[in-house]
């Protein structure tokens, strides 16, 4: 019930494409859902992070849908840029007792091609 | 403003040895988080300090211990290693234990052999 469950495990699109990676989750006592990019050999940076009452978010390229009833939320990339090329998380945060803890998915590689 | 730092970058231990690593919070942020990320797979979550005192803790064994410090810093002490400890190590801050953004530091790659 903790978990996060994060696809594809990889996407490969051309340039100027909308990748969409998609996470599913079971634990409704999760309260912020947040993505993160990754790049090789670097920490996760936060892109754009989402709470369960809002049902669309949008920052820049980037856009949350969060579905709730349905327990899930998609990052899409509008315009997609060879530079986006990294690995994507989905992450949930467990709220209460474990105070800021977060719940990844396991990560989408995406690849944008020239 | 300095962004959560890490170290070592890199460090190769043999099973059995203990290790510690270490973060330096955001400025201003109190809160600190350590995770654990293997190859291929996403970050899992080992504990969170604040104010000094340990928040929460994932499903990781009594091993892996940790320490805030008055200034907010932050070591990750891991005995007896094993060579599944082989993995990205990634500390995490946060204005406080409450705050949903957490900025993550560079990591500390450990290869245990």
């Known amino acids: 019930q903790q978990q996060v469950k994060q696809s594809p495990q990889s996407l490969i699109v051309q340039k100027g494409g909308i990748p969409i990676i998609n996470c599913a989750y079971e634990n409704t006592a999760f309260d912020y859902f947040p993505w993160y990019q990754q790049f090789p050999g670097k920490g996760p940076a936060l892109l754009i992070a989402i709470r369960p009452d809002v049902s669309e978010k949008k920052e820049g390229r980037f856009t949350i849908s969060f579905n709730k009833s349905a327990k899930q939320f998609s990052l899409h990339i509008m315009d997609s840029q060879p530079g986006d090329s990294a690995t994507y998380f989905c992450?949930?945060?467990?709220?209460?007792?474990?105070?800021?803890?977060?719940?990844f998915g396991q990560g989408t590689e995406l690849s944008v091609k020239p | 403003e300095t962004g959560v730092t890490q170290s070592p970058t890199h460090l190769i231990k043999t099973r059995g040895q203990q290790v510690t690593l270490r973060c330096s919070s955001q400025?201003?942020?109190?809160?600190v988080s350590w995770y654990q990320q293997a190859l291929g797979q996403g970050p899992q979550f080992i504990f969170q300090y604040y104010r000094e005192e340990e928040n929460g803790r994932g499903n990781f064994p009594p091993r892996f211990s940790g320490l805030q410090f008055p200034n907010y810093s932050s070591e990750l002490n891991v005995n007896a290693l094993e060579l599944d400890d082989s993995a990205l190590y990634l500390c995490a801050s946060s204005l406080v234990a409450t705050q949903e953004t957490q900025y993550f530091g560079p990591g500390t790659r450990l290869l245990v052999l």
């Open positions: 992450a949930a945060r467990s709220a209460g007792n474990q105070g800021g803890k977060l719940i």
């Open positions: 400025s201003g942020h109190n809160t």
